[in-house]
């Protein structure tokens, strides 16, 4: 089974994702779409905490 969608998890992912969208269109440094911001972050550690250091 899918561990995500057991009890309330899929609502609290659900809005992990939203949330890490939103930072995503937020950032600037990078001009690209959000599907290769998402792959910068996956392949970069410093672009990665970039993304994250917005958050505070």
Known sequence: A???R???RAEVFARI???VLNLLKQ?????A???RK???CA???EYLATVLGSLS
């Open 2 to 4: 899918c561990r995500i």
């Open 43 to 45: 392949m970069d550690q």
């Open 33 to 35: 779409g959000i599907q």
């Open 17 to 19: 994702r939203q949330m």
């Open 27 to 31: 950032e600037k440094s990078f001009k």
């Open 38 to 40: 998402r792959m910068m």
């Open 6 to 8: 057991v009890d309330d």
